[in-house]
């Protein structure tokens, strides 16, 4: 377990939100599944929820945004010291900005970009809102992974941004690496090509830690979503993807309980 209450370094996935059609329904889904407590937000917030274990943020949830054919959608923010300069290195990188930077009341400055392959991600420049406080962790993030079908092209991407370093740990079978900016993993990069369905987009993929993923997956289905990838086992845990009852999809993987770490 990680515990965090200041604004994570550059480059650290740092907070995820969903998109929904339905953001009561979502609270319902993710508080039975993850045991989180929601919090709705201000009037000035849109409809925005936090969602908290033992008072402490992990994730947020609220209306998604644009035309209504867009699915439900989890979304990965990156930590920057200065939004407005990583949203430029992003153009100049081969990147779209989505929404360009603005302030999100006094908590943050934040924006919305797609990186070459397609990929949709968050900037997140903390205030008052430093991220997620827990990671790694039963009902928490405990990985961040970028998928496409650029892998070197997305490597480049990232590096010119983010300045990521990689440790590659591709196989015959795929390509992948971790990425860092200094010593630790931060998340990873992989190839889609010969890992899932040539339609499957681009994409920034969230894992939630779970004490059993088999119980998860049954609860998944339980609560009206459903299991894309049954749960296979990993060295570093066994994990399956699913989809929440309004097709949001995500990833979740076993964890033991760890002492935290600041």
Known sequence: ???????????????????????????????????WDTQDGPPEAGGYVMCEIDGKPVAGLGPKMGPAEVPSTWT????????????????AAGGQLLAEPFDVMDVGRMAVAADPGGAVFGIWQASTHTGMQVANAPGAVCWNENMSRDFDGNKAFYHAVFDYGYDDMSSPEMSYATFKTTGNPLGGIGDLAGMAPPETPSHWMTYFGVGDTDSATEAVTKLGGSVMRPAWDTPYGRMA??????????????????????
Do not use: H, N
């Open 241 to 262: 993807i699913v989809a929440d009852d309004q097709g949001a999809v995500f990833a979740v993987m076993s964890m033991a309980e760890e002492s935290a770490e600041q």
């Open 76 to 91: 990965t923010y990156l930590a920057t010291d200065e939004a407005d300069a990583t949203a430029a290195k992003i153009t």
């Open 1 to 35: 377990m990680v515990l965090r209450d200041t604004p994570w370094p550059a480059g650290t996935p740092c907070w995820v939100d969903l998109g929904t059609d339905d953001p009561a329904k979502a609270k319902a889904f993710y508080s039975a599944l993850f045991g």
